[in-house]
């Protein structure tokens, strides 16, 4: 089992481009969510699914997409990148019928805007 | 806004002691979930304790949890310079789904010297 793998490890980005961070699991987890890291603030929530075709937002969702096509994969878009959107990115996910939902997190993807 | 606050920042103990770590909550949670995060990694659960329970072992583990006050705490004994991380308090709104929709606190900053 590979667990929560979350490509790329490292970006850096201009103002207004636009990116993809990659998220898969492999424990066929119904749950899957993105949450961002800054110091200071812990982590904060920014959009989340609880199955394929199924997604809404979180605490911070301004500026990010996602969506769910398979129970495997949740890519979470940067639609026009700011510098405001440095941070680190934690893609995490658990299962909804069994268990008491503990989140199994990705090593992360630390993001730079220039 | 952020559902758990966590006291102290920051914890510097010598290896052999104890450490505890408290967290404050304001609205009724369905559990209370604590991670541990290692610089540069992402988090991982440690221990869940329910509404209804009071106190809950796990190895050098302890945590506390007090509804009427809306608080938990930590307690890690017997601590090593492994221990060092942050350690990062999760609840679960008593008034959502059955799935892992957590909100974090900023997190205590463990610092264990050999």
């Known amino acids: 089992n590979a667990g929560v793998t979350q490509t790329p490890k490292f970006q850096v980005l201009k103002t207004g481009q636009s990116m993809t961070l990659q998220c898969a699991q492999d424990m066929n987890h119904e749950y899957m969510s993105w949450y961002r890291q800054d110091p200071g603030m812990g982590l904060r929530l920014i959009h989340y699914s609880v199955g394929a075709g199924i997604t809404d937002q979180g605490e911070v969702p301004n500026g990010y997409n996602v969506s769910r096509s398979t129970t495997e994969d949740f890519p979470l878009r940067l639609l026009s990148a700011a510098p405001s959107q440095t941070s680190v990115y934690f893609c995490?996910?658990?299962?909804?019928?069994?268990?008491?939902?503990?989140?199994?997190f990705g090593e992360g993807s630390r993001l730079t805007v220039l | 806004s952020q559902q758990g606050e966590e006291d102290p920042q920051a914890l510097s103990i010598q290896e052999g002691e104890n450490a505890t770590m408290n967290c404050s909550y304001k609205t009724s949670i369905n559990n209370l979930q604590w991670y541990r995060q290692n610089s540069g990694r992402g988090l991982v659960h440690l221990i869940l304790i329910r509404s209804n329970e009071r106190e809950k072992h796990s190895g050098r583990l302890r945590v506390t949890l007090d509804t009427s006050k809306k608080s938990s705490s930590l307690l890690i004994t017997a601590s090593r310079a492994a221990d060092t991380a942050s350690y990062f308090c999760?609840?679960?709104?008593?008034?959502?789904?059955?799935?892992?929709?957590?909100?974090f606190g900023q997190g205590t900053i463990l610092t264990v010297h050999p």
């Open positions: 999760a609840t679960r709104y008593a008034g959502g789904t059955s799935y892992g929709k957590l909100t």
């Open positions: 995490a996910s658990s299962y909804v019928r069994k268990g008491t939902g503990e989140l199994f």
